[in-house]
């Protein structure tokens, strides 16, 4: 199970943090993907990040959010956040937290995923 939680309203320039806990997850290496959806618009892959064991973890972003978003992963809780700074109203949508054993080899794909959040809306104006 994934929760999201940490969207809201803000005004264009300003940040927020999302997170994402994975309740029930026992793999030592597993793939932790932000994507979002806005409406009219096809899914889109946000950023994603790789734990592998006690090895660092390998992050992936879209181009359209390199230098303003940063995910990060606390594999002790299993829990990835989303820091998004400089947000513009083209970054509203609500934002899906997903999750699959193993690397990212594919992780702007939606139904790549095996586990997904309900969503946290996140409105820029």
Do not use: H
């Amino acid at each position: 199970q994934l929760v999201e939680s940490g969207g809201d309203s803000v005004q264009a320039g300003g940040s927020l943090r999302l997170s994402c806990t994975a309740s029930g997850y026992t793999s030592s290496s597993f793939c932790m993907g932000w994507l979002r959806q806005s409406p009219g618009k096809e899914r889109e892959g946000v950023a994603a990040a790789a734990g592998f064991g006690a090895f660092g973890t390998t992050t992936y972003y879209a181009d359209s959010v390199k230098g303003r978003f940063t995910i990060s992963l606390n594999k002790v809780n299993n829990t990835v956040y989303l820091q998004m700074d400089n947000l513009s109203p083209e970054d509203t949508a609500m934002y899906y937290c997903a999750a699959r054993p193993g690397g990212c080899a594919s992780w702007p794909d939606w139904s790549w995923y095996t586990s997904w959040g309900r969503g946290t809306q996140v409105t820029v104006s």
